[in-house]
C-alpha cells in the first residue's frame, strides 16, 4: 500500500517524533525476499509451487529402497528387543532411530544383499508396470468407438433441455 499510496515515509525514533524520510524502496529491499516472494512482490523458483501428477492407485506399486527392505526386515526383532530391555512399548521414533543406527554400522557386504533384493523388486515393478500400461492401451483402444457418441453431461443437458421445454408446452395448452 505504502508504494502506491505513500512512496515516502517518516521514520519515527522511539520518543515518536519524525527525524527523517525513508523512500519506500529502502523499505522494501530490507524485508525478507521470501516475504517479498509471498507477496507476488518479487518471483522466486521457491515460490512457485509445483504441478503434481494424479496418483494412479490402480497401478503396481513402486518398491521400497533398500534401507526400507532392511527396516521391514528388522522391525520386528528391534521393538522385541526393546520390550525385553524397557518392558514397554518402543515409539515408532524410538525404532527408526535404532534400526537407522544399526544399517549406518553394517559393512556393505551385508548392505549388498538389501541392495540386491531393491534391485528384484525394481525389476519386478517394471515388468509389471509394463503390463499395465498395455492393458491401460488396449483399454483406451476400447474406447475409441464411442469417441462419436455425446458424453453423460451432453445427454443430461439435452434432457433438461427436453423437459423444460415439454414443460413450456404444458403450460400454453392450459391458457
Not at 8 to 33: C, Q, T
Not at 84 to 109: C, F, G, M, Q, V
Not at 137 to 157: F, M, Q, T
Request: aromatic content about 6%; charged content about 35%.
Amino acid at each position: 500500500e505504502d508504494q502506491i499510496h505513500n512512496p515516502l515515509r517518516a521514520m519515527k525514533s522511539s520518543n515518536g517524533k519524525a527525524h527523517g524520510v525513508k523512500h519506500s524502496s529502502d523499505i522494501i529491499s530490507a524485508v525478507s525476499p521470501r516475504v517479498l516472494a509471498d507477496m507476488g512482490q518479487i518471483s522466486s523458483s521457491k515460490s512457485k509451487k509445483k504441478v503434481e501428477k494424479a496418483k494412479d492407485f490402480v497401478g503396481p506399486k513402486k518398491p521400497a529402497n533398500a534401507f526400507l527392505l532392511f527396516c521391514q526386515h528388522r522391525r520386528t526383532a528391534v521393538s522385541e528387543e526393546y520390550f525385553k530391555e524397557k518392558h514397554e512399548e518402543i515409539s515408532n521414533h524410538e525404532l527408526t532411530r535404532r534400526i537407522a543406527l544399526e544399517w549406518n554400522i553394517l559393512k556393505p557386504d551385508q548392505k549388498k544383499i538389501y541392495f540386491d533384493l531393491y534391485e528384484q523388486e525394481k525389476e519386478q515393478y517394471e515388468r509389471e508396470m509394463k503390463i499395465y500400461h498395455e492393458q491401460e492401451l488396449s483399454r483406451g483402444i476400447d474406447r475409441e468407438p464411442n469417441k462419436g457418441r455425446e458424453s453423460s453431461e451432453e445427454v443430461d443437458a439435452a434432457a433438461m433441455e427436453m423437459e423444460a421445454q415439454s414443460a413450456v408446452n404444458a403450460l400454453m395448452m392450459d391458457n
